[in-house]
């Protein structure tokens, strides 16, 4: 350990060069490793050094190991920061990066093993009588037990990988019909998206909340939780907006999840910064999830309402440093939501929707930050993740965080691609999420693609072609009255096409 004196960031995008600018504040020199597709990117000009490392599939650039250390060595990096996805929550990674004389900017191998899957995670926490969501305790190994841990546990179930991730890996059996077809589904899938085909059974909640708890641990004992994000807002079992603190949360709760955080966080040896994933149901109460060990997509929300860089504290903690707080010295200050900035097609129940970003011009203004890596002009790969930025505000309240965030998507332009904007304009606006009422159905119960102002591309067409009849039929006529056929900028302003013939 000792002082790092330049990191290389084994990462792309937003999450690359929000690590670089807490790395430049330290005065930590950066090096970037980027892929084919990358090679403009601007965490790419951010970084003080910057090494190709192969084509654009990650499986060629950002999934090698080897490539990424070499890099390292090559550029004369003392450490490495994995960001979120790609080799963060890798165990081996962490063990080669260490072999190799590298300081891992993230927990070593043996907690990565313990928490990283899903099973092991869950026996720890059964040992220390964290409540855990009701299912079988190790990896179902055919479909006859399958069939008996199923109707033990009661239907509906979920079957998981133990090595999901991402949203990734998981199937709701609603009944024992289903079992077989989707034992085998899960079991495959696992396999190839994970290298491990373990799969094992949950309860399945019936529309619970998601709370997690942002935990921070150093090498001396010493460990804080930075109290809860709710991630209730999902889709496909994926977060699409975070907000911190959770406007159900009480004292006593709080407390209680931080602490059970903690102890698993101790209990399994964890060092650097960690969330512990939950579900709480509508009498609130929790069930231990997961733990995602590496730094997750939504920490700014948790940096905004604690006044704590995240990224910082990890850098630190992988120096040798001692956490400069204790749990008493934390306060929640305000409120704060993002929206994930995703380009997808929210008519097309959120698939990718990659492409050019033809105008893309971001919010400012008081309690607004983008996190975002892209420029005008750029192309989104279709190798990635689609998301484009996190729009993140803040306020003293959660109604002036709400306000904001919906101050700060009509100031957001984004053309050439569709995107999560207006949708997260419509969740700031509905009555139940206004009143903190929201669970992961959310999306299932209330959303329509037509509760949005912008039109399909059915409706693009429709209107195109009452254009040119207006057209026609005008100059048919020659009648020259001053009703004008849709234009983009008007068809935007309208709540919906109301064009008559
Ligand atoms: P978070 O857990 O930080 O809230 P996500 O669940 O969306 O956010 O995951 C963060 C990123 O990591 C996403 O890019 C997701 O696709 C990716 N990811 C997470 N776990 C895995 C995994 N086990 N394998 C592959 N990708 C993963
Ligand atoms: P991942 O590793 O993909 O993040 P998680 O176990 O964290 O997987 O679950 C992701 C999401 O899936 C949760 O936030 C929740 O919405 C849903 N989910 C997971 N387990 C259950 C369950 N037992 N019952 C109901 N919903 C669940
Ligand atoms: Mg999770």
């Known amino acids: 350990m000792g002082k790092i004196k330049k990191i290389l960031v084994a990462n792309r995008g937003e999450i690359a060069l929000r690590i670089m600018r807490s790395a430049k504040e330290m005065g930590i020199q950066t090096v970037?490793?980027?892929?084919?597709?990358?090679?403009?990117?601007?965490f790419v000009r951010y970084a003080d050094e910057a090494v190709a490392i192969g084509a654009a599939p990650s499986s060629a650039s950002y999934l090698v190991m080897e490539k990424i250390i070499a890099a390292a060595k090559q550029t004369g990096a003392d450490a490495i920061h994995p960001g979120y996805g790609f080799l963060s929550e890798r165990e081996s990674f962490a063990e080669q990066v260490k072999k190799s004389?590298?300081?891992?900017?993230?927990?070593?191998?043996?907690?990565?093993k313990i928490l990283g899957n899903k099973i092991a995670a869950k026996e720890t926490a059964k040992k220390l009588k964290v409540p855990l969501v009701p299912g079988t305790e190790h990896a179902i190994s055919d479909m006859s037990e399958a069939e008996i841990e199923a109707t033990r546990i009661g239907f509906p179930v979920l079957l998981k990988a133990a090595a999901g991730g991402g949203g990734k890996g998981m199937r709701i059996v609603e009944k024992k019909e289903e079992l077989a077809t989707q034992f085998e589904r899960a079991t495959s899938e696992a396999l190839s998206a994970f290298g491990d085909g373990s799969v094992f059974i949950e309860k399945y909640i019936a529309s619970p909340r998601h709370i997690e708890i942002q935990v921070l641990a150093d090498t001396h004992g010493n460990s804080v939780y930075l109290f809860e994000r709710e991630c209730s807002i999902q889709r496909r079992h994926q977060k699409l907006i975070e907000e911190a603190p959770s406007p159900v949360m009480t004292e006593s709760l709080r407390k209680k999840m931080g602490e059970s955080a903690v102890a698993l966080a101790k209990a399994s040896g964890y060092v650097n910064a960690g969330t512990v994933e939950f579900l709480v149901d509508e009498k609130m109460n929790y069930y231990f999830l997961e733990m995602n060990t590496r730094l997750q997509v939504e920490h700014p929300v948790t940096e905004l309402i604690t006044g704590i860089d995240i990224v910082k504290e990890q850098i630190k903690i992988a120096q040798g440093e001692k956490l400069s707080f204790t749990q008493n010295d934390l306060q929640i200050?305000?409120?704060?939501?993002?929206l994930r900035v995703n380009a997808e097609d929210p008519y097309e129940q959120f698939l990718p929707n990659v492409g050019k970003l033809s105008v893309y011009r971001k919010p400012s203004g008081p309690g607004v930050r983008v996190d975002d890596g892209y420029?005008?002009?750029m192309e989104i790969p279709i190798y990635y993740d689609p998301m484009i930025s996190k729009l993140i505000t803040y306020g003293q309240n959660r109604d002036e965080a709400i306000s904001r965030m919906e101050r700060a998507i009509a100031e957001y332009q984004i053309t050439g691609v569709k995107s999560t904007l207006e949708f997260g304009k419509w969740v700031m606006g509905h009555e139940q999420f206004r009143n903190g009422e929201t669970n992961t159905k959310f999306i299932e119960q209330y959303f329509s693609p037509e509760h949005l102002s912008i039109p399909s591309d059915d409706e693009m067409e429709a209107a195109a072609i009452v254009a040119a009849m207006i057209v026609a039929n005008g100059k048919k006529n020659h009648v020259n009255n001053n009703e004008q056929p849709a234009t983009t900028s008007s068809r935007w302003k309208k709540n919906r096409l109301n064009i008559e013939l």
């Open 375 to 377: 420029e005008e002009g």
């Open 333 to 338: 200050n305000g409120h704060a939501i993002e």
């Open 32 to 42: 970037a490793v980027f892929s084919d597709a990358d090679r403009t990117m601007p």
């Open 101 to 112: 004389g590298l300081t891992f900017i993230g927990p070593g191998a043996a907690a990565i």
